[in-house]
């Protein structure tokens, strides 16, 4: 399954996360924003290259991860759990897609990819149903400052 999601990214976060949730975003900590993620059960935001602009999400879902692409300037991945329905949003703040994924348990990628292009910045988010589950930078730039532990939760941003 492939699709192209375009959107408009706001506070610097694309944010992943199960459409039936009450409270989608997550609150971000120091931490969180050094290591480039917040994520909690249902809920993952991925800092952005760029405070706000114009964003083209490629998203597929795949059997095994390949790769990290060579384009790539930031590359994160964490678990994900698609509910039954597949009902799960992709989007900021200030815009969210809605898509419909297979359900069940996945290793989600974020590929933050260079350069941007004309539709505005590129990522790649890639959904592989056949790999344990993991939290791990792949690829950090300048931005980043990944400690020796990944914090891995987050609490709901207020509503």
């Known amino acids: 399954m492939e699709a192209t999601?375009?959107?408009?990214?706001?506070?610097?976060?694309?944010?992943?996360?199960?459409?039936?949730?009450?409270?989608?975003?997550?609150?971000w900590t120091d931490r969180h924003v050094g290591q480039g993620f917040a994520w909690r059960?249902?809920?993952?935001?991925?800092?952005?290259?760029?405070?706000?602009?114009?964003?083209?999400?490629?998203?597929?879902?795949?059997?095994?991860m390949g790769p990290i692409r060579d384009d790539a300037i930031r590359a994160i991945e964490v678990p994900f759990d698609v509910p039954l329905d597949g009902a799960v949003d992709i989007g900021?703040?200030?815009?969210?897609?809605?898509?419909?994924?297979p359900a069940g348990a996945f290793l989600l990628r974020c590929e933050f990819?260079?350069?941007?292009?004309?539709?505005?910045?590129?990522?790649?988010?890639t959904f592989a149903k056949g790999e344990a589950a993991r939290f791990a930078v792949r690829r950090a730039d300048?931005?980043?400052?990944?400690?020796?532990?990944?914090?891995?939760?987050?609490?709901?941003a207020p509503g």
Not at 5 to 27: G, I, M, R, T
Not at 93 to 100: F, G, L, N, R, Y
């Open 92 to 101: 900021s703040i200030a815009e969210t897609v809605p898509v419909s994924l």
């Open 142 to 156: 300048a931005e980043l400052r990944v400690g020796d532990e990944l914090l891995t939760h987050a609490d709901p």
């Open 5 to 27: 999601v375009a959107l408009d990214v706001s506070h610097a976060q694309l944010a992943v996360f199960v459409s039936s949730l009450k409270q989608p975003f997550n609150e």
């Open 113 to 125: 990819l260079h350069p941007p292009g004309t539709e505005g910045e590129r990522v790649a988010m």
């Open 41 to 64: 059960p249902g809920s993952v935001s991925f800092r952005t290259l760029v405070e706000a602009s114009a964003h083209v999400v490629e998203v597929s879902v795949v059997d095994r």
